[in-house]
C-alpha cells in the first residue's frame, strides 16, 4: 500500500493548526494555573485529538484497506458504547453481542465505492439485526432494543460505511471532512476555555458556549480556505460554505451526543480514550457530519 502524496501537502497545515493549537493550550494553562487537573487534562486532550487526526489521515493515505482496521474498531466501541449507555436507562438488550457484530461488519459494503453497495450493506445490517433477536428468542424484543439498533444503524454504521464509501473514491475529500471536524472540535473546546462563559444549550451540553462554537466555526473557515487545494473540483465559496456546514453539523452531532448521555444520567460513553472519554464521546461529530458531507460532495462533483 502506498501513501497518497496529498499527505505531505496537508502536513505544513496541519503543523500550523498544532503551533496555534499549542499555543492557546499554553495560554489555557496559565488562566486555569490555580487548577492543575484542568491544565492537565487540555494537554493531554489535544495530545489525543492530534494523535487521532494523524491516525486517521495517515491509515487513509493507504487506502481503504489501511483504513478499514481504524474503521471497523470505531464502529465495534461506537456500538458497545450506545447500547451500554441505553441499558443504563432501560434495561437490557437481548442478543446484543449479535447486533454489535451486524453493526460493525454492516459498513463493510461502503469498501466497493459504491453507493448502493455501500447502502444495501447497511440495510442487510439493520434487518437482520432488527429481526434476528425476535427469531432466535421467538417472543417479541423490547421496543427499546428495536429503536436502539435502528438508531445505530444511521448514527453509527451508516456514517461509517459512507467514509469508507468517500475514502475509496477520494482521499482528498475524505481528508477534508476529517481535518474540518477535528479543528471545530479542538477549536470549539479551546475558545470555550478562553472565553467561553454563556452555554448554548445549558440543559442538555452545558459546557458547549457560544464563543466555543463561534471559534470552531471561525477555524473551519480558516481551515476550509486553506484546504482547498484538496476540493479543486469545488469554487472557493463552495468550500468555504461547506465547511460551515461541517461545523454546524458538527455541533449537532455533539449535542446529540451530550443529549443522549444526560438521558441516561451518565457522563461519558466510555474511557477508551482516557480523559476524552469513549468512541462516541470523540467521533459523534464525526459520524453526524459525514453523510451530509457525503451528500454534498456527490451533488458538487
Not at 459512507?162 to 473514491?169: A, G, H, K, S, Y
Not at 484546504?227 to 460554505?241: G, H, N, Y
Request: aromatic share 12%; proline share 4%; glycine share 12%.
Amino acid at each position: 500500500m502506498a501513501i497518497n502524496p496529498l499527505l505531505w501537502r496537508i502536513m505544513p497545515i496541519f503543523a500550523s493548526a498544532v503551533a496555534l493549537s499549542v499555543f492557546l493550550s499554553s495560554i489555557i494553562s496559565i488562566l486555569y494555573r490555580d487548577r492543575p487537573e484542568k491544565v492537565i487534562n487540555t494537554w493531554l486532550k489535544l495530545g489525543i485529538l492530534l494523535g487521532l487526526i494523524l491516525l486517521l489521515i495517515g491509515t487513509g493515505s493507504l487506502g481503504k484497506w489501511g483504513f478499514l482496521p481504524i474503521a471497523l474498531f470505531l464502529a465495534y466501541w461506537g456500538w458497545r458504547e450506545l447500547l451500554g449507555c441505553i441499558e443504563v436507562k432501560y434495561g437490557e438488550i437481548l442478543h446484543s453481542t449479535l447486533i454489535i457484530f451486524l453493526g460493525t461488519f454492516g459498513i463493510l459494503g461502503g469498501l466497493e465505492g459504491n453507493s448502493l453497495t455501500a447502502f444495501l450493506g447497511i440495510a442487510i445490517a439493520a434487518w437482520l439485526a432488527v429481526t434476528l433477536p425476535m427469531l432466535i428468542q421467538r417472543q417479541p424484543t423490547s421496543m427499546h432494543g428495536v429503536l436502539g439498533t435502528s438508531f445505530g444503524m444511521i448514527f453509527i454504521t451508516m456514517p461509517l460505511a459512507l467514509l469508507l464509501n468517500l475514502l475509496t473514491n477520494n482521499y482528498s475529500q475524505f481528508s477534508f471532512l476529517i481535518l474540518l471536524v477535528m479543528t471545530n472540535d479542538g477549536f470549539s473546546q479551546g475558545f470555550g476555555l478562553l472565553g467561553g462563559k454563556k452555554p448554548l444549550i445549558p440543559s442538555i451540553s452545558p459546557g458547549k458556549t457560544w464563543v466555543g462554537s463561534g471559534g470552531g466555526l471561525l477555524a473551519c473557515l480558516i481551515v476550509g480556505y486553506l484546504l482547498r487545494f484538496l476540493v479543486p473540483e469545488w469554487q472557493l465559496w463552495q468550500a468555504i460554505l461547506v465547511a460551515g456546514i461541517i461545523s454546524l453539523m458538527s455541533l449537532c452531532g455533539d449535542l446529540i451526543a451530550s443529549s443522549l448521555k444526560r438521558e441516561a444520567g451518565i457522563k461519558d460513553f466510555g474511557n477508551v480514550l482516557a480523559v476524552t472519554g469513549g468512541i462516541l464521546d470523540k467521533f459523534d461529530s464525526l459520524l453526524f457530519a459525514t453523510p451530509v458531507f457525503y451528500i454534498i460532495a456527490h451533488y458538487l462533483k
